[in-house]
Antibody, heavy 117, light 110 residues
Framework: QVQLQESGPGLVKPSETLSLTCTVS????????WSWIRQPPGKGLEWIGY???????NSNPSLKSRVTLSIEMSKNQFALKLTSVTAADTAVYYC???????????WGQGTLVTVSS | QSALTQPASVSGSPGQSITMSCTGT?????????VSWYQQHPGKAPKLIIF???NRPSGVSNRFSGSKSGNTASLTISGLRAEDEADYYC??????????FGGGTKLAVL
């Protein structure tokens, strides 16, 4: 079955870069869209962006200048980098497989990233 | 402030049907048929229950149905059960190829 697993530091200092990796199993990363979504504690979902296996990306206009999405075919992984983080970036970060670019068909369990000194 | 507007809460009794709304604009909900709905229980990842306005993924109960009229999409849950108590989020693809979420609706099964 399709499984996604987020990994990365749970604590990031303000002004530094948040880096997360999503490892995919049960399906090839080829010819699929892969997304990142976040959820601040007690709040709603926020779409961060998606990457297609070709490397093309799109991201939330409110985060675009700070977001880098990448894909590592050989490892069946994709990654998120978010620069210049502040406390407002504290959230559970989810990775997901999309049907096309939009419906998020399979989700990882999520990983809490806290921004604090 | 979320791009898509959802009521903060709805409630119903077991066995009843409820409908919740998701209002956007012609740039998102009204501009295509790529509206999705997600169910999220506390501490869990969201689960896709409706995609492309009215389609159910394999394994999702037919008690869940979706529709759309103009800039407003709706999710109906029939035969309410205690396990349906959760947060529900709508989402839409946009005319600029981005994705937006609603603020979420908390469903209480009384």
């Amino acid at each position: 079955q399709v499984q996604l697993q987020e990994s990365g530091p749970g604590l990031v200092k303000p002004s530094e870069t948040l880096s997360l990796t999503c490892t995919v199993s049960g399906v090839s990363i080829h010819n699929n869209y892969w997304s990142w979504i976040r959820q601040p504690p007690g709040k709603g979902l926020e779409w961060i962006g998606y990457i297609y296996s070709s490397g093309s990306t799109n991201s939330n206009p409110s985060l675009k200048s700070r977001v880098t999405l990448s894909i590592e075919m050989s490892k069946n992984q994709f990654a998120l980098k978010l620069t210049s983080v502040t406390a407002a970036d504290t959230a559970v970060y989810y990775c997901a497989k999309s049907i096309g670019a939009a419906p998020l068909e399979f989700w990882g369990q999520g990983t809490l990233v806290t921004v604090s000194s | 402030q979320s791009a898509l507007t959802q009521p903060a809460s709805v409630s119903g009794s077991p066995g009843q049907s409820i409908t919740m709304s998701c209002t956007g604009t012609s740039s998102d909900v009204g501009g295509n048929n790529y509206v999705s709905w997600y169910q999220q229980h506390p501490g869990k990842a969201p689960k896709l229950i409706i995609f492309d306005v009215s389609n159910r993924p394999s394994g999702v109960s037919n008690r869940f149905s979706g529709s759309k009229s103009g800039n407003t999409a709706s999710l109906t849950i029939s035969g309410l059960r205690a396990e349906d108590e959760a947060d529900y989020y709508c989402s839409s693809y946009t005319t600029t190829n981005t994705v937006e979420f609603g603020g979420g609706t908390k469903l209480a099964v009384l």
